[in-house]
């Protein structure tokens, strides 16, 4: 019996210690509350912050620790908790620690927050997570504000409806957004902007995500970027595959793959399900045959022919692609074959 007194009295202080709730500023003496998730490891999520400091305003950045002392002990900051920045009015910029895998629901919601920098930890987004960003600071300021969302170092598999959303009258513009290798699930309703500036799509994967509408909409607006984008980032040698799925299938025509190029301003090349087109400012090398030396003492000659801008290569043809050293050449497949000449 006593035994189980004292497993009994453990368990519930365990669950009171674990709702506890406190404030602890943060290195720039922001003082940021957190809530106790868990004791065993010593685990904390970020709730929101205390009252700003004199001499903070508009334009302010937070820095949210990766750990906080609290009670004698150190807990991890591992979630950017529900509700966390709702309707926030003076932040402008919230860097996050490697070490946070969940960003909730409205974490943050009409608010003046336009940049969040995303841990490689990140696993999960929920639904409206970051809902209507930049919201409240638009009116009184000029220039425009370019949003690149990365999330191609996160293992996140699904990113539901409103993943992203900024405010539909902030003169930010989402520049680019970037889907990790792990991404199972993309909602096309995500945003609430019109793109007079088409975003860039990056997709890591080469096993297309599958698409979905949410047509049970908690905000109207919603905008799909994948309709608006020309550049549709994939894997190499992943084109051929996004074109013959039935979700990606739409997007024809705007897939391009990248290939780096050394400081030697060559590299070998191949691709196995599509042929290449040889972008502008390149040059495709192929060797069709030796020429003995007849000699030990000198190296056989290799036969080269080379394909200039607008030339295609056909696929399972290995190649040397020279380009502008140090650079990134960007092209896109093509499934047609090289007419005969």
């Known amino acids: 019996m006593k035994r189980f007194l004292f497993y009994l009295f453990a368990i519930l202080y365990s669950v009171e210690f674990m ?21 065993n490891p010593n685990e904390v999520k970020l709730t929101g912050r205390g009252t700003i400091p004199t001499g903070y305003t508009l334009g302010t950045e937070l820095n949210v620790p990766a750990t906080v002392f609290y009670g004698g002990s150190t ?36 608010s003046s927050i336009y940049s969040i920098s995303i841990p490689s930890t990140l696993t999960k987004l929920e639904e409206n997570a970051l ?92 905008k799909n970027p994948f309709r608006s984008a020309t550049h549709i980032y994939v894997p190499i040698d992943a084109t051929k595959i996004y074109e013959d799925n039935t979700d990606w299938a739409k997007y024809k025509g705007r897939y391009y793959e990248q ?12 691709l196995e399900n599509e042929n290449f087109l040889v972008p502008a400012g390149c040059t495709a090398y192929i060797i069709t045959g030796i020429t003995p030396s007849g000699s030990i003492m000198t190296p056989d000659q290799a036969v080269v022919k080379a394909f200039g801008a607008g030339k295609i290569i056909p696929k399972q043809t290995g190649f040397i692609l020279q380009g502008a050293a140090n650079s990134t050449v960007v092209y896109q497949p093509t499934l047609r074959e090289q007419k005969k000449t």
């Not at 966390?84 to 910029?93: G, Y």
């Not at 902007?193 to 909409?217: C, E, F, G, R, W």
């Not at 290939?259 to 191949?270: A, E, F, I």
């Open 75 to 110: 807990y991890n900051v591992v979630e950017i908790a529900k509700n966390c920045f709702f309707s926030e009015s003076i932040l402008t910029k919230v860097n996050l620690p490697e070490g946070i895998r969940t960003i909730g629901s409205y974490a943050v919601f009409q």
């Open 19 to 39: 709702a506890q709730s406190f404030t602890v500023n943060n290195s720039d003496g922001m003082p940021l509350k957190y809530t106790v998730t868990s004791t």
């Open 131 to 222: 809902l209507f960003m930049a919201y409240s600071f638009s009116d009184s300021h000029t220039g425009a504000r370019f949003l690149d969302m990365d999330f191609s170092k996160t293992s996140i598999t699904e990113f539901p409806i409103s993943s992203v959303q900024i405010g539909s009258h902030s003169k930010s513009i989402l520049r680019s957004v970037s889907y990790p290798a792990t991404t199972q699930i993309i909602s096309e309703d995500q945003f609430s902007k019109d793109y007079d500036t088409p975003p860039i799509i990056y997709l890591y994967n080469s096993i297309p995500a599958t698409l979905t509408v949410n047509i049970s909409q908690p905000f109207s607006g919603h």
């Open 259 to 270: 290939v780096p190029v050394g400081p030697s301003g060559y590299t070998s090349y191949y």
